[in-house]
């Protein structure tokens, strides 16, 4: 599983990979080397013809659940690619709320005689990493907070990550993002 990732991109940068549109304020990025699970993530989503970034919490919450965010005892940051379109707690989102995660790399660790091993996994050419996803809106009916959290979906490893980990996120092209984000198949290149 996924479960670390790092952002070093530029407001500029996202704006052009993802044709944002324009009428949003610029944001102020901030490079971050350990992103984990339940820290804010920046998504991009698509809606009324329009793209835009919006901040999340990373590991989905989905809009049915009545009980306490501290009572969300499941690791639902990830998603596995083969179960999200059956799964509870993933197949409202899958069917309307797709996002694209902007990363630089992610890790992934291995298990050795001396404890875990992490690996770090970018392009060659350094180029931004998309990663699918999902998001969904929450709130919480004990304090009243409203919270738009996200999630990553998970497939099984290629054959280079799968020298250490089992799985890997699913990771699209350009012309794969208005696809995905409208929940229509990507058309093979």
Same mark, same amino acid.
């Given at each position: 599983?996924?479960?670390?990732? @790092?952002?070093?991109?530029?407001?500029? %940068?996202?704006?052009?990979?993802?044709?944002?549109?324009?009428?949003?304020?610029?944001?102020?990025?901030?490079?971050?080397?350990?992103?984990?699970?339940?820290?804010?993530?920046?998504? @991009?989503?698509?809606?009324?013809?329009?793209?835009?970034?919006?901040?999340?919490?990373?590991?989905?919450?989905?809009?049915?659940?009545?009980?306490?965010?501290?009572?969300?005892?499941?690791?639902?940051?990830?998603?596995?690619?083969?179960?999200?379109?059956?799964?509870?707690?993933?197949?409202?989102?899958?069917?309307?709320?797709?996002?694209?995660?902007?990363?630089?790399?992610?890790?992934?660790?291995?298990?050795?005689? %001396?404890?875990?091993?992490?690996?770090?996994?970018?392009?060659?050419?350094?180029?931004?990493? @998309?990663?699918?996803?999902?998001?969904? %809106?929450?709130?919480?009916?004990?304090?009243?907070?409203?919270?738009?959290?996200? @999630?990553?979906?998970?497939? %099984?490893?290629?054959?280079?990550?799968?020298?250490?980990?089992?799985?890997?996120?699913?990771?699209?092209?350009?012309?794969?993002?208005?696809?995905?984000?409208?929940?229509?198949?990507?058309?093979?290149?």
């Amino acid at each position: 599983m996924c479960g670390r990732f @790092t952002y070093k991109l530029t407001w500029a %940068e996202i704006v052009k990979l993802y044709r944002l549109t324009l009428d949003a304020p610029a944001r102020n990025t901030q490079a971050r080397y350990n992103i984990c699970p339940t820290t804010p993530v920046d998504v @991009t989503v698509s809606g009324d013809g329009h793209r835009s970034c919006i901040p999340t919490r990373w590991g989905l919450i989905p809009a049915w659940w009545n009980k306490a965010l501290k009572e969300m005892k499941l690791a639902t940051f990830n998603a596995r690619a083969d179960t999200v379109a059956t799964k509870p707690m993933f197949r409202s989102a899958f069917k309307r709320n797709r996002c694209l995660i902007p990363a630089s790399g992610y890790y992934e660790w291995q298990d050795t005689p %001396e404890g875990k091993q992490p690996y770090y996994f970018t392009r060659r050419d350094g180029a931004p990493i @998309t990663i699918a996803g999902l998001w969904d %809106e929450w709130h919480d009916r004990t304090d009243g907070a409203h919270i738009k959290p996200a @999630t990553m979906i998970i497939t %099984e490893a290629n054959a280079f990550v799968a020298e250490v980990h089992d799985r890997m996120p699913v990771i699209l092209d350009e012309n794969a993002f208005e696809p995905w984000l409208s929940g229509k198949p990507a058309s093979r290149s």
